[in-house]
């Protein structure tokens, strides 16, 4: 299919707007460095690379209690043959980092410097994570390490990550990712402490940091892990199915393929000269396959716990570079059967040009109480080049009122989109989409000047009163009113309901967010939810990512779905603004 149309609802504002969307796209790619984060659920809360706020120091302070104190520093360390050369974040003298000088400190002594207290906002309360860059080199380096420590507490937790001794790297800094411990608290401290090892002035270890980045990612504010599988030991449970084509590969240094797979595992990340110290992750090695074979791998039978209601989700991380990467598919079946297997997430072709760039997926199971597995499969592409590799597969329930109905991405091209029905009018495209916001991506296109719908039931036990929240995003060629409309049926009612319907001054150009709200009756355990495009003449709408989320009328639970707040007309949130329409193929 040709690309579509460019948009005539461009301005000189909007390109302004685009140059500054582009400008902060670039200013993430450095917070995150060559492993971080790139994830819709996870969120920057704290970022230091030490060229801003007082003194330089982006709210970092020397921890009260030290036995030396780090320092504030440009170009190189002055003691020969130790130290970073220049910063991490501009590689040049004009840049800033924070550095213990081994010389300022006796053995075992420490030296500690304390991130700003960062607050957690409600709605990210599940695993948070520090990305920072380190320079440990030198004949007697001591060690470096990351606590955290919970508002109004004097103690630290366990350590979050560790290294000692020379970590040389070619450019004098090397990637971290640490899984912050934390206690219960929403707001907390980060704290990063070096200890002096020097036994004399002729045999130097400085330690430095840089560009240091704290997120965290949504989830249930109190969990119940079923599953954790960092392939640090084995695989953690974990079987290869007997009935694909081939089998997953445990590894830690890289795969075989040149240009494609990790170098590094996620829970760990790269761990300096060697990788004596590295952890291991999953991959399915693709040169010596066909196009279209498979590799599953099939999790421990697991059991949710017995609360009133409960949700669970499985959180992953997951790789996918390479010219002609396949697909990832992750489903869940019961125990019992197989039959009823699912696919929750999926995603297709390459994902990232960086080599080491992780990614985090996550999707949600409503609990029943009954044992269930989940799978993750690897396809291989045409041509067979481009590794999948994944890590950290952390399977946990917690106590929820709320029923989450599974994210909507149309990344799976199976099991009628995802349970949608009634497509006339309505193509699924490989798009240019929302999810991925990449070329291989998957979305619902609507292109026809007559009145087409889509529409979706919706069961779940315990709905009855319930206020229901719909999140979506939308890419309309046509700024037109009423050119999308959306309508509920409850129960056995064949009634529609209008609910929603979109705005002429809410479409802008690229993808764009709509929420809107219903409350189903009482007595009433499932309902249909209905989108229909009706223009009377020729646009094209694609739609892509819906969310939807239903809660008692009195609840304390808080959601995983950030939405907007409800209003009369539904609230159009912008965001980021491709540089052209979507394309499909």
């Not at 996550?362 to 799978?375: D, H, K, M, P, T």
């Not at 009113?481 to 509920?488: F, H």
């Amino acid at each position: 299919m040709a690309d579509s149309p460019i948009p005539r609802t461009w301005s000189a504002a909007r390109t302004c707007t685009l140059l500054a969307t582009v400008l902060s796209l670039a200013i993430m790619a450095t917070v995150q460095g060559s492993g971080a984060y790139h994830d819709k659920d996870c969120l920057l809360v704290d970022f230091a690379n030490f060229e801003t706020g007082a003194n330089g120091w982006s709210g970092y302070t020397n921890q009260i209690g030290n036995d030396f104190s780090w320092r504030r520093h440009s170009g190189a360390t002055p003691t020969a043959s130790t130290g970073p050369h220049a910063d991490n974040t501009y590689k040049n003298s004009s840049g800033h980092y924070l550095y213990m000088q081994e010389n300022d400190g006796a053995v075992g002594q420490v030296a500690g410097v304390v991130s700003p207290l960062v607050t957690i906002p409600d709605t990210f309360h599940e695993d948070c994570y520090m990305n920072f860059y380190y320079s440990m080199q030198g004949v007697d380096v001591g060690s470096l390490n990351v606590f955290t420590r919970d508002v109004n507490s004097t103690t630290n937790s366990n350590s979050s990550w560790s290294r000692q001794g020379n970590q040389c790297t070619s450019t004098g800094w090397a990637f971290a990712r640490a899984k912050l411990h934390r206690g219960t608290s929403s707001q907390f401290t980060v704290h990063i402490e070096a200890t002096a090892k020097t036994v004399a002035a002729s045999r130097p270890g400085d330690i430095a940091i840089d560009d240091v980045a704290i997120f965290c990612c949504s989830g249930c504010p109190s969990t119940y892990r079923l599953s954790l599988a960092t392939f640090a030991s084995g695989l953690d449970g974990y079987t290869q199915q007997s009935t694909d084509d081939f089998d997953w590969t445990r590894d830690k240094d890289g795969t075989t393929s040149i240009g494609t797979g990790p170098s590094y595992d996620h829970t760990v990340g790269y761990s300096g000269c060697s990788y004596v110290d590295a952890g291991y992750y999953m991959y399915i090695e693709t040169t010596l396959t066909s196009a279209g074979e498979t590799a599953t791998l099939v999790s421990p039978p697991l059991t949710p716990p017995a609360y009133p209601s409960s949700v669970c989700f499985v959180s992953f991380w997951y790789n996918m570079v390479g010219r002609s990467t396949g697909k990832l598919e992750i489903s869940t079946h019961l125990t019992s059967s197989l039959s009823d297997t699912q696919a929750r997430f999926c995603r297709n072709g390459p994902q990232h040009t960086s080599q080491n760039f992780w990614q985090r997926g996550l999707f949600w199971i409503q609990a029943n109480g009954s044992e269930f597995q989940v799978n993750v499969t690897g396809s291989v592409g045409s041509p067979s080049f481009g590794d999948i590799a994944v890590d950290d597969i952390d399977i946990s329930c917690c106590r929820e009122s709320c029923h989450h109905f599974n994210r909507l991405t149309f990344e799976c091209d199976h099991d009628g989109f995802f349970g949608y029905t009634g497509i006339a009018g309505w193509q699924y495209v490989v798009v240019t989409d929302h999810t991925t916001g990449r070329s291989t991506g998957r979305a619902l296109q609507s292109q026809a000047p007559e009145t087409t719908s889509v529409q979706k039931t919706l069961p779940g036990a315990n709905l009855s009163g319930q206020k229901c929240d719909v999140s979506f995003y939308l890419w309309v060629l046509a700024a037109l009113d009423g050119v999308l409309t959306a309508s509920v049926t409850t129960g056995n009612n064949t009634q529609e309901t209008p609910i929603y319907k979109l705005q002429k001054s809410s479409i802008v150009p690229g993808w764009f967010q709509q929420t809107f709200q219903f409350k189903i009756p009482a007595n009433v355990t499932n309902f249909t939810l209905t989108l229909k495009s009706n223009t009377g003449q020729w646009t094209t709408i694609y739609l892509d990512d819906m969310d939807i989320t239903c809660c008692p009328p009195v609840t304390t639970t808080i959601s995983p779905t950030t939405l907007a707040a409800s209003t009369t007309t539904p609230t159009t949130i912008p965001t980021t603004t491709p540089t052209t329409t979507p394309t499909t193929t």
